[in-house]
């Protein structure tokens, strides 16, 4: 590619995908719920903050390494988990986790990923952790969990915010449904096959969301789960300090703030107003996450300096491996690590234990 059309941000990723996938599973990627307000939130929220940039302190050194559970990270910036990867580039997960691993960032991968746990945790260069919906079979979870550890994956991440398929109108009038060769080929077929019945509903997403996800469960149910890994437990989908602290007292080991991406509950809170609560209510006793709408190093920044730990994105690793597979996977995360050096440089902030809440604004 030309340096003339080189991407320069993630949102020109964004530009060069669109070209790569066919108008349903462009909608499916790029779309969310209702009127799509939460997703046009989630960015807002950020172009709304402002920075407090400090002068006179030592960055002739910027330093982006963390470490997560004891895991280090060459970057704060992971990759969110995300269903079907084969839709966007036929190597799927396998492409996704490789080009995470060339930027030694962390992959979240999806419950319903498109290759087996196997196969990506073969082709990874960096950590893995695994997410999980609590599926009503709960002999498939164990299942899985079994499997991830066996193949070397770090940590559980379960996703609640998901009781049913968010009411996506793109995919509805697209009657959605996956192509010939993508599927969620970690999950007992029976469990798909049940979705398949039901498949009286407005996308193929959702019909399997009605059958599969257990939507009885409560607090109590995350003994079971504990009970049956010794690896760290997230919670994905929390935007409450009540569930914050809910979760802490239910021996948790980590949150991830999120709205799914504007994909859930449309009107929820974007989430980068929803951090500081969160981060307040569980008092340092666990890492917070966060995902949804960043764009930018300087959103990376903003969520850093309102107390998350780390954070991941969706869409902008999509559109890098529908347009360029896994170099392109690792690009997104390149360029969204550098932006974030740049503006710790202007910050003057040169590593990140040196961001704190002054930074930005109130
Ligand atoms: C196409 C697509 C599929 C997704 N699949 C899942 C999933 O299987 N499990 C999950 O917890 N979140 C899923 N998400 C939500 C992401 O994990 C994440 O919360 C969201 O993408 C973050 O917002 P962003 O895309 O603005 O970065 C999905 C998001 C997209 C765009
Ligand atoms: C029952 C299959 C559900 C896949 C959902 C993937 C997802 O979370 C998304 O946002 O899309």
């Known amino acids: 590619m030309g340096t003339q059309n080189a991407p320069l941000r993630l949102t020109d990723y964004r530009d060069l995908a669109a070209g790569h996938v066919t108008r349903p599973v462009w909608d499916f990627v790029d779309g969310g719920s209702g009127d799509e307000r939460t997703l046009a939130a989630n960015t807002a929220a950020y172009d709304h903050r402002r920075l407090r940039p400090r002068i006179l302190t030592d960055v002739d050194k910027i330093d982006t390494r963390t470490a997560l559970f004891g895991t280090p990270l ?66 498939v979870l164990e299942q899985l969990i079994d499997r991830a550890e066996a193949a070397g994956y770090e940590a559980f991440v379960v996703t609640l915010d998901a009781k049913r398929i968010g009411q996506r109108l793109r995919d509805m009038r697209n009657g959605f449904t996956l192509p ?24 193929a997403i959702a019909a399997h969301a009605e059958t599969s996800f257990d939507r009885a469960l409560t607090w109590d149910d995350l003994a079971w789960l504990r009970a049956r890994t010794s690896k760290p437990i997230l919670l994905k989908g929390v935007l409450t300090a009540e569930d914050a602290r809910l979760a802490a007292e239910h021996g948790v080991d980590g949150i991830v703030v999120s709205n799914h991406g504007g994909r859930q509950l449309d009107n929820a809170v974007p989430t980068i107003d929803a951090l500081e609560e969160c981060v307040q209510a569980v008092a340092g006793t666990m890492p917070v996450l966060i995902d949804g709408g960043i764009r930018r190093g300087t959103d990376v920044f903003t969520a850093l300096a309102l107390g998350a730990s780390a954070v991941l994105i969706g869409r902008p690793f999509l559109w890098g491996l529908a347009a360029g597979g896994a170099e392109g996977v690792t690009d997104v995360l390149r360029l969204a690590t550098s932006e974030l050096e740049h503006t710790m440089t202007l910050m003057g902030t040169p590593t990140l234990a040196d961001i704190d809440r002054t930074a930005v604004r109130p």
């Open 180 to 203: 010939e060769g993508v599927a969620a080929v970690n999950v007992d077929p029976a469990v798909m096959a049940e979705a398949h019945q039901a498949h009286e509903a407005d996308s």
């Open 74 to 139: 060459a970057t704060p910036i992971g990759l969110a988990p995300v269903a079907y990867h084969r839709l966007l580039h036929p190597e799927g997960e396998v492409a996704t986790v490789r080009g995470a691993g060339a930027a030694a960032a962390l992959t979240v991968v999806g419950i319903f990923a498109s290759r087996t746990l196997e196969d990506i945790a073969r082709a990874a260069g960096g950590p893995l952790w695994l997410q999980l919906y609590w599926l009503r079979r709960r002999a």
